[in-house]
């Protein structure tokens, strides 16, 4: 029997060695590495007190924010229509502004008072209605008729501003039924110019959204905030809204009869942590006016104390991260301080993006953390810190070894 050569089979044996060996590092380094999981850090919730609002003991009443259609924080018998009485004005200037626009500051066109105009006084006063004196022949502009009609609550001046726009007060509220039809404002009504008639009606959610429609309108909002007027030929007059000025409230109007009671429809603005927060609301049914007002005023202040300025989060916080096995390390963090101004009662619930990162990609751009504040949804922007490259060949090399169980992790 014939015995291989020693040195043969030991070349044949180192052969298979290199062979086994090469194979082994190609697959080791052209094994695709996984892509690296991430994880969220834990993050405490915000929560705020549970809101306490003044709402009248009376009749009914709303309040809500301003930009915020539909919105409504607290109210009352929200959705039964009253009589509004002369709340039913705002109607009235805004259908007419539809028809005949005005500008900010702009005073429009001259309107001649006629005969019937002139005579519209002594009605209004023999029942009972405020009104502004008018004769015939007197010169007054559109500005003027609106500011008699929101500022004094000069009934006259409503009928003669909806004749001069629409030939009639019936056109006028064919046209006025139109406008709501067209503005969506569900529950109210109008049956007249002034709101004499108990027809003229409306729900505290449907005043809401009439008031922010107002505050939108610049010429309505200016005079309804009029503190006092001075109309040439017709007299000087002080605004009927005695809240106006007091306790952040800005506009808007009153409205009293026997079948409404005394009424008043307001907005408000207030300074709250540096911000700004704006609200709309009514009071309805009140025994005077005075108590409306004094009512009014409660209602938005305790309405303003419930804003608060809660904290989502401070620049630099880190809310996740990623480890690679070989060391590479990537976390996500807040872009920049994250404040919120919340009304009432809220807690807070974070949703962080937890992208799988291939090794050495791109991670996702404009990354966002997305909190629950209640019935808000806030987008928290956040921005990348580090970077998940790909491993070094040892590591690659040694990986099935590890994997394998030949050496520790």
């Not at 039964?80 to 005073?107: C, F, Q, Y």
């Not at 003229?200 to 008031?211: K, M, W």
């Not at 409404?260 to 009071?283: K, P």
Request: charged content about 20%; hydrophobic content about 45%; glycine content about 10%.
């Amino acid at each position: 029997m014939r015995r291989r050569p020693l040195a043969l089979v030991a070349g044949i044996t180192a052969g298979a060695l290199a062979t086994g060996a090469g194979l082994y590092s190609t697959v080791a380094l052209m094994t695709p590495v996984p892509a690296v999981t991430g994880e969220a850090i834990a993050r405490a919730s915000v929560a705020t007190p549970v809101e306490t609002v003044a709402l009248p003991g009376y009749g009914a009443s709303a309040v809500g924010p301003l930009e915020e259609r539909g919105e409504v924080y607290a109210g009352t018998d929200l959705d039964t229509p009253r009589p509004i009485a002369s709340i039913t004005k705002v109607v009235t200037a805004l259908v007419v502004l539809d028809a005949k626009p005005l500008a900010a500051g702009e005073k429009g066109p001259t309107i001649t008072l006629d005969a019937a105009a002139g005579a519209l006084d002594e009605e209004y006063t023999a029942r009972n209605g405020s009104v502004a004196p008018a004769r015939e022949g007197l010169q007054l502009t559109q500005r003027q008729l609106i500011d008699l009609m929101l500022v004094w609550s000069a009934n006259n001046y409503a009928d003669t501003l909806a004749i001069w726009a629409f030939g009639s007060v019936d056109a006028y509220v064919e046209a006025a039924r139109a406008w709501i039809d067209r503005a969506g404002l569900d529950g109210l009504q109008v049956a007249d110019a002034t709101g004499f008639s108990p027809q003229s009606a409306a729900t505290p959610r449907a005043l809401l959204d009439l008031a922010r429609l107002a505050v939108a309108n610049p010429v309505i909002a200016d005079s309804a905030g009029l503190q006092r007027i001075d109309v040439p030929g017709v007299g000087a007059f002080e605004n009927r809204n005695t809240a106006l000025g007091l306790d952040g409230v800005t506009g808007l109007k009153t409205g009293t009869t026997e079948e409404a009671g005394a009424c008043l429809l307001f907005s408000g603005r207030a300074e709250v942590d540096g911000g700004t927060v704006e609200v709309v609301g009514v009071v309805l049914d009140a025994e005077v006016h005075a108590r409306a007002a004094a009512d009014s005023r409660a209602l938005l202040t305790s309405v303003v104390d419930d804003y608060r300025t809660v904290s989502l989060g401070t620049a630099g916080e880190v809310v996740a991260r990623w480890r690679a096995p070989w060391g590479d390390e990537a976390e996500l963090r807040i872009a920049e301080d994250a404040r919120e101004l919340v009304w009432g009662g809220a807690s807070s619930q974070s949703f962080v993006p937890i992208p799988s990162l291939p090794p050495g990609g791109a991670a996702p751009s404009d990354p966002l953390m997305i909190v629950q504040l209640g019935d808000e949804q806030v987008d928290v922007p956040l921005e990348w810190s580090g970077r998940i490259a790909g491993p070094d060949p040892w590591w690659r090399l040694m990986r099935p070894l590890r994997e394998w169980g030949i050496l520790a992790e």
